[in-house]
Protein backbone atom coordinates (compact mmCIF):
# COMPACT_ATOMS: atom_id res chain seq x y z
CA UNK A 1 0.00 0.00 0.00
CA UNK A 2 1.18 3.54 -0.61
CA UNK A 3 2.80 4.75 1.96
CA UNK A 4 0.97 8.39 2.09
CA UNK A 5 -2.39 6.52 1.70
CA UNK A 6 -1.04 4.47 4.71
CA UNK A 7 -0.46 7.33 6.95
CA UNK A 8 -3.95 9.17 5.96
CA UNK A 9 -6.03 5.94 7.18
CA UNK A 10 -4.27 5.95 10.61
CA UNK A 11 -4.87 9.38 10.80
CA UNK A 12 -8.46 8.73 10.26
CA UNK A 13 -8.84 6.00 12.46
CA UNK A 14 -7.44 7.93 15.59
CA UNK A 15 -9.65 11.49 14.79
CA UNK A 16 -12.79 8.62 14.59
CA UNK A 17 -11.68 7.15 18.09
CA UNK A 18 -11.06 10.55 19.54
CA UNK A 19 -14.39 11.61 18.44
CA UNK A 20 -16.21 8.28 20.17
CA UNK A 21 -14.38 8.86 23.18
CA UNK A 22 -15.31 12.55 24.04
CA UNK A 23 -18.76 11.58 22.96
CA UNK A 24 -18.74 8.91 25.25
CA UNK A 25 -17.30 10.79 28.14
CA UNK A 26 -19.19 14.42 27.87
CA UNK A 27 -22.95 12.33 27.32
CA UNK A 28 -25.03 13.82 30.16
CA UNK A 29 -22.60 16.64 31.19
CA UNK A 30 -23.74 19.83 29.50
CA UNK A 31 -27.60 20.55 30.78
CA UNK A 32 -29.33 23.59 30.70
CA UNK A 33 -30.80 24.90 34.59
CA UNK A 34 -32.94 27.88 35.09
CA UNK A 35 -31.85 29.77 38.61
CA UNK A 36 -34.49 31.13 40.58
CA UNK A 37 -35.23 34.82 40.60
CA UNK A 38 -35.73 36.53 43.72
CA UNK A 39 -37.61 39.49 44.44
CA UNK A 40 -37.96 41.19 47.87
CA UNK A 41 -41.28 42.79 49.68
CA UNK A 42 -40.55 46.06 50.48
CA UNK A 43 -36.69 48.16 50.43
CA UNK A 44 -33.60 46.31 50.54
CA UNK A 45 -32.61 48.71 53.09
CA UNK A 46 -35.83 48.38 55.73
CA UNK A 47 -35.57 51.05 58.95
CA UNK A 48 -37.68 49.85 61.42
CA UNK A 49 -38.67 51.45 64.75
CA UNK A 50 -36.61 50.37 67.68
CA UNK A 51 -39.49 48.68 70.27
CA UNK A 52 -41.80 47.45 67.46
CA UNK A 53 -42.39 44.12 67.21
CA UNK A 54 -40.64 42.91 63.79
CA UNK A 55 -42.71 41.88 61.23
CA UNK A 56 -40.76 40.28 57.61
CA UNK A 57 -41.73 41.76 54.50
CA UNK A 58 -40.72 38.41 52.82
CA UNK A 59 -39.58 37.66 49.56
CA UNK A 60 -40.85 36.11 46.44
CA UNK A 61 -38.83 33.34 43.87
CA UNK A 62 -39.95 31.81 40.69
CA UNK A 63 -38.14 29.31 38.39
CA UNK A 64 -39.79 30.44 34.76
CA UNK A 65 -43.27 30.23 36.07
CA UNK A 66 -42.73 27.82 38.91
CA UNK A 67 -43.77 29.45 42.24
CA UNK A 68 -40.95 28.36 44.71
CA UNK A 69 -42.03 30.99 47.06
CA UNK A 70 -43.15 28.54 49.83
CA UNK A 71 -39.81 27.63 49.77
CA UNK A 72 -37.71 30.00 50.79
CA UNK A 73 -35.28 29.88 54.10
CA UNK A 74 -35.18 33.10 55.86
CA UNK A 75 -31.75 33.63 58.34
CA UNK A 76 -32.31 36.66 60.06
CA UNK A 77 -30.51 38.03 63.31
CA UNK A 78 -32.88 41.24 63.75
CA UNK A 79 -33.85 42.15 67.12
CA UNK A 80 -35.61 45.05 67.72
CA UNK A 81 -35.39 45.76 70.75
CA UNK A 82 -32.05 46.80 70.21
CA UNK A 83 -30.76 50.01 68.35
CA UNK A 84 -28.76 48.52 65.08
CA UNK A 85 -27.78 46.97 61.85
CA UNK A 86 -29.39 43.75 60.57
CA UNK A 87 -29.29 41.04 58.13
CA UNK A 88 -31.44 39.35 56.69
CA UNK A 89 -30.67 36.40 54.10
CA UNK A 90 -33.36 34.46 51.60
CA UNK A 91 -32.47 31.61 49.98
CA UNK A 92 -33.49 29.02 47.63
CA UNK A 93 -32.89 26.20 45.47
CA UNK A 94 -34.11 25.66 41.91
CA UNK A 95 -35.00 22.00 40.42
CA UNK A 96 -31.89 20.97 40.14
CA UNK A 97 -30.57 21.86 43.32
CA UNK A 98 -29.13 25.44 42.31
CA UNK A 99 -28.75 27.85 45.24
CA UNK A 100 -30.08 31.82 44.56
CA UNK A 101 -30.07 34.22 47.80
CA UNK A 102 -30.56 37.85 48.37
CA UNK A 103 -30.13 39.80 51.51
CA UNK A 104 -32.09 42.76 53.40
CA UNK A 105 -30.48 45.31 55.64
CA UNK A 106 -32.81 46.37 58.61
CA UNK A 107 -31.53 48.96 60.48
CA UNK A 108 -33.39 49.66 63.95
CA UNK A 109 -33.48 52.98 65.33
CA UNK A 110 -35.41 55.37 68.11
CA UNK A 111 -38.02 57.40 65.69
CA UNK A 112 -37.66 60.34 67.66
CA UNK A 113 -33.87 60.51 68.23
CA UNK A 114 -33.14 64.38 67.35
CA UNK A 115 -30.07 64.16 66.18
CA UNK A 116 -31.33 61.31 63.11
CA UNK A 117 -30.16 62.04 59.34
CA UNK A 118 -28.12 61.48 56.24
CA UNK A 119 -25.34 64.06 57.43
CA UNK A 120 -22.74 65.87 54.93
CA UNK A 121 -19.11 65.53 55.73
CA UNK A 122 -16.41 67.54 55.38
CA UNK A 123 -13.08 65.93 56.37
CA UNK A 124 -10.07 67.90 57.76
CA UNK A 125 -7.12 65.46 58.30
CA UNK A 126 -3.22 66.09 59.82
CA UNK A 127 -0.99 63.43 58.78
CA UNK A 128 1.85 64.03 60.89
CA UNK A 129 1.51 68.22 59.80
CA UNK A 130 0.63 67.46 56.12
CA UNK A 131 -3.03 68.77 56.18
CA UNK A 132 -5.74 67.84 53.38
CA UNK A 133 -9.52 67.83 53.31
CA UNK A 134 -12.39 65.95 51.80
CA UNK A 135 -16.22 65.95 51.36
CA UNK A 136 -18.86 66.31 51.20
CA UNK A 137 -20.00 62.85 52.03
CA UNK A 138 -22.91 61.44 52.91
CA UNK A 139 -22.98 59.76 56.65
CA UNK A 140 -25.74 58.03 58.64
CA UNK A 141 -26.49 58.55 61.80
CA UNK A 142 -29.48 57.15 63.77
CA UNK A 143 -30.40 56.75 67.40
CA UNK A 144 -30.28 53.37 69.00
CA UNK A 145 -31.72 54.60 72.63
CA UNK A 146 -30.17 55.76 75.49
CA UNK A 147 -28.70 59.35 73.96
CA UNK A 148 -26.67 56.91 72.15
CA UNK A 149 -26.43 57.40 68.03
CA UNK A 150 -25.06 55.19 65.27
CA UNK A 151 -22.34 56.87 63.15
CA UNK A 152 -21.64 55.45 59.75
CA UNK A 153 -17.88 56.33 59.68
CA UNK A 154 -16.06 58.10 62.68
CA UNK A 155 -13.99 59.46 59.45
CA UNK A 156 -16.73 60.47 57.70
CA UNK A 157 -16.05 58.36 55.14
CA UNK A 158 -12.30 59.28 54.15
CA UNK A 159 -11.23 55.70 53.36
CA UNK A 160 -14.65 54.23 52.28
CA UNK A 161 -15.61 57.10 49.80
CA UNK A 162 -12.58 58.91 49.39
CA UNK A 163 -10.47 56.59 48.40
CA UNK A 164 -13.06 54.00 46.75
CA UNK A 165 -11.97 51.25 48.97
CA UNK A 166 -15.54 50.29 49.96
CA UNK A 167 -17.64 49.60 53.38
CA UNK A 168 -15.13 47.36 55.11
CA UNK A 169 -12.80 50.87 55.34
CA UNK A 170 -15.50 52.74 57.29
CA UNK A 171 -14.97 53.02 61.28
CA UNK A 172 -18.72 52.85 62.04
CA UNK A 173 -19.02 53.48 66.14
CA UNK A 174 -21.70 54.65 68.27
CA UNK A 175 -21.63 57.54 70.58
CA UNK A 176 -23.20 59.03 73.42
CA UNK A 177 -24.58 62.66 73.56
CA UNK A 178 -24.29 63.92 76.84
CA UNK A 179 -25.99 66.52 78.83
CA UNK A 180 -23.53 69.07 77.81
CA UNK A 181 -23.60 68.44 74.12
CA UNK A 182 -20.50 66.74 73.91
CA UNK A 183 -19.96 63.01 72.92
CA UNK A 184 -17.88 60.07 74.03
CA UNK A 185 -17.59 56.83 71.91
CA UNK A 186 -19.49 53.81 73.75
CA UNK A 187 -18.77 51.35 70.95
CA UNK A 188 -16.40 51.40 67.49
CA UNK A 189 -16.02 48.53 64.97
CA UNK A 190 -12.39 48.34 63.35
CA UNK A 191 -11.62 49.45 60.12
CA UNK A 192 -10.13 46.39 57.28
CA UNK A 193 -6.68 47.49 58.56
CA UNK A 194 -8.07 45.86 62.28
CA UNK A 195 -7.64 49.48 63.84
CA UNK A 196 -11.20 50.93 65.29
CA UNK A 197 -11.84 54.73 66.34
CA UNK A 198 -10.83 57.33 69.05
CA UNK A 199 -11.59 60.37 70.64
CA UNK A 200 -8.76 62.53 70.10
CA UNK A 201 -10.16 65.84 71.70
CA UNK A 202 -13.95 67.15 72.76
CA UNK A 203 -16.64 65.97 70.00
CA UNK A 204 -19.62 68.49 70.07
CA UNK A 205 -23.59 68.58 68.98
CA UNK A 206 -24.47 72.77 68.51
CA UNK A 207 -28.49 72.17 68.33
CA UNK A 208 -28.74 75.50 66.40
CA UNK A 209 -27.12 74.73 63.20
CA UNK A 210 -27.40 70.39 63.96
CA UNK A 211 -23.69 70.16 63.54
CA UNK A 212 -21.68 67.41 64.92
CA UNK A 213 -17.60 67.79 65.29
CA UNK A 214 -16.04 65.01 65.66
CA UNK A 215 -12.18 64.50 66.48
CA UNK A 216 -10.88 60.92 65.71
CA UNK A 217 -8.16 59.06 64.68
CA UNK A 218 -7.42 55.56 64.09
CA UNK A 219 -6.25 53.39 67.06
CA UNK A 220 -2.44 52.70 66.75
CA UNK A 221 -2.21 55.59 64.26
CA UNK A 222 -1.25 58.46 66.38
CA UNK A 223 0.38 60.50 63.64
CA UNK A 224 -3.02 60.79 61.22
CA UNK A 225 -5.44 63.09 63.01
CA UNK A 226 -9.16 63.74 61.46
CA UNK A 227 -11.51 66.79 62.02
CA UNK A 228 -15.13 65.25 60.70
CA UNK A 229 -17.69 68.21 60.61
CA UNK A 230 -21.43 66.70 59.79
CA UNK A 231 -24.14 69.13 58.90
CA UNK A 232 -27.04 69.89 57.14
CA UNK A 233 -28.82 66.70 57.62
CA UNK A 234 -31.60 65.27 55.40
CA UNK A 235 -34.69 62.74 56.93
CA UNK A 236 -33.75 59.42 56.97
CA UNK A 237 -37.16 58.80 55.88
Known sequence: MNKKILNILILLAVCVTAVTSCTKDSKGVSFMTTYADMTMNGPSTLFWELGEAFVDPGCEAKEGETDLTSQIAAKSNVDATKGGIYNITYSVNNSDGYPASVSRTVIVYEKSAPLNGYYDSKIDRDNA????????????????????????????????????????????????LKGDNTFEIVSAEPLAWGYPCLFTDVS?????TKTLVLHTRMEDVATM???VTLNNPSPIE
Open 129 to 176: GVKSSRGPFSVLVFGVGNNEYHIQDLLGRWYDLGNSYGPAYAGPGVIK
Open 204 to 208: TYTPA
Open 225 to 227: LFK
